[in-house]
């Protein structure tokens, strides 16, 4: 038997070089390289670690404009057999509910699957719901902040799932989603062979008209987004301020007030 | 004698800027040297910290006429005990010296002495530039970076600090403030003392600013990783790379061991197979980098090289990098000098040869890395072999020199290579080495026993 694994993947900007246009409260995504987000290298690693010890294909799917076929050769470097992108105009301006329909639409019209694997969240988007969504569009189970696959056999899989102040060890048969965390593995590099084969290979574009028979158009893109972002704010870096006092109990008594005001003592 | 000299800077400089305190002084007194090579501070000294070249030039027009010894600091990164004020005197810190401004239509960077490496990167790249080398630790100072002739692992394509320093504003022991260089690419105006100065490790005149060559926008990189099962393989396919006209931004050589040592100091995880690793760094437009990547992919398989690994994204080239630079910080505790001995590039592999021949002699245990082909080698003697430190650091430095080398590529003479500066260095040498000294510090008040011992000359000459 060989397993069917999905990895979920996002082109994302370079978060620690990108700017932020705090007028327009928008990522000035031309600012950074963009790459795979950096939780979706964990899956991919993790799908990868499964397919090397069980045999089986990794099938990377990513949503997003053509350009995001870059992230999708990296997938491919790094052990991928299969690259997916939906790309369409149609799908432009989805949320993670939007997004979650398409990309669950797209995982039906492959077939039959064992695992799918993603990150716990995108670092431009930060929710953190996509996968979740995903499972449930699928009807399936979904293991969250998974920080350690114990155990993976032929048809169920162990894992450790952190739960704040707990950790779960939870086994799931499959069709499973697993969503992983930073911990769960440490993402090998590519070599320079598979990269520069990966820069030749084909990355399989379906369009909207595509997934016709599977997905309701009216649910994808801005129109089957209800999520409406009214504004967004952002902090400013606040300066540490000073206060010198010449009679030391005087100061003791003002630091005693801010403390007590803030409820800490 | 000390209470009369705070008083007289209190005149120049403002008093909440002088430390006499043991407790503040104390992070002063010491730079990066290992512990058991680390030149003994005085305790008995006067940190001062200018806001300008003025002060400055006030406080060594009153220490010149004092005879107070005076030792200038940047960010105390260096390893050969230069900072270290070992006489009784004056330290002054350029740390409030923090001035920058970009010419983008000159591709410059004017940065006062204080201005760290990191801060310099931070400015530059703000302003679309970049300033292509890595000239050492990000805390380093420009006036050090400068006065040191810094190099580190960046130097292959572009070179050292020196290419890149056009202009210097520099305050001579004696007081007077001279502008040598400026924004030009040309300048043939009488002898180049601006050069003289750099590298001069602060004994010529104290650096308060520098006016820096910068480059278009950063390019695109690639670090390529090279895995070979021995050191030969790996060292031989250095000068191959280099002739096939490939030059890279950066090409180090090391050891398993120590990547695996230095990135669990990090909490990283060094994973690759292989004995012995070059580390690549490329760039240029896109296609470039990845056309050189496949010629030295074919060039690493022919020398008999393992599958090469690539890192594109930022993140994953950086920790390469960060892991590559901490070797030095995972040795540190445990290490009682550090070499950076040079020869010419192809000799580098019978350089690293004779050094595993010599631990071998004396049952030590030298771990080498470095600059693969900047001919650059860093050699660690460990604290357990420290009573054999002078015999090896000795074999070590024949062994260089008989290869054509030098004793230091980039770290400089110090306090702690003088003896060895003596040693290697022809008397003529020496003999103008002091006569410029002379003529630039005529009471020998700037920075005493760093580089040349004038003191002590007559001794260090009779020794040899």
Known sequence: MSLKI??????????????????????????????????????????????????GTVVAIS????????????????????????????????????????????????GNFDIIFCGEKTVDGDTGQVGAEVAEFLQVPHLYYVSKVKEVKEDKIVVVSEMEEASYVVECEFPVLVSVTKDVNKPRLPTLREKLKAMKAEIKIWHAENLTDIINLSNVGYAGSPTVVSKVVVPKEKGREGKVFKEINEGIKVVLEELAKKGLI | ?????????????????????????????????????RPKPTLNCIVVKPENSEQISRILKLANE???PVYPRGGGTGLVGGAVPTKDGIVISLERMKRIEVDRENLIAVAEAGVTLGELLKVVEEAGLSFPPHPGDEGAQIGGLVACNAGGARAVKHGVMRNFVKGIEVVLPTGEILNLGGKLLKNNMGYNLMHLILGSEGTLGIITKAVIRLCPKAEYTLTLVLPFNSRHEALSTVPTILTKGISPLALEYVEKELMEKSAMHLGEKWNIEG????????????????????????ICSEKGGLEVYVAERQDEQNTILKIRSNIYTALKEESADIFDTTVPPSNIGKLADMIDKIAEKYSAYIPVYGHAADGNLHAHVMKKDIDKYEKIKSEIYEATINLGGVITGEHGIGKIRVKELYKFMSPKSIELMIGIKKLFDPNNILNPGNVLSIDENQALRTEQ
């Open chain 2, 66 to 68: 004092k005879r107070i």
């Open chain 2, 275 to 298: 004995k012995v690793f070059l580390v690549v760094i490329l760039s240029g437009t896109q296609n470039e980098v990845y056309n050189e990547a496949e010629r030295i992919n074919q």
């Open chain 1, 63 to 110: 949503m997003g404009p053509q350009n995001a076929a870059v992230a999708l050769r990296d997938a491919l470097a790094r052990g991928a057999d299969e690259a997916i992108l939906l790309e369409d105009n149609k799908f432009a301006g989805a949320d993670t509910l939007a997004t979650s329909y398409t990309l669950a639409g797209a995982i039906k019209k492959l």
């Open chain 1, 6 to 55: 999905v990895v979920l993947i996002k082109q994302v900007p370079d978060i620690t070089r990108v700017k932020f246009d705090a007028e327009r409260g928008r990522i000035d995504r031309s600012s950074a390289e963009a790459e795979i987000n950096p939780f979706d290298l964990n899956a991919l690693e993790a799908a990868v670690q499964v397919k090397e010890k069980l045999g």
């Open chain 2, 1 to 37: 004698m000390m209470k009369e000299v705070v008083e007289k800077l209190e005149e120049i400089v403002e008093k909440d800027f002088i430390l006499t305190k043991k407790e503040l002084i104390e992070s002063y007194l010491f730079d990066e040297t290992s512990i058991p090579v």
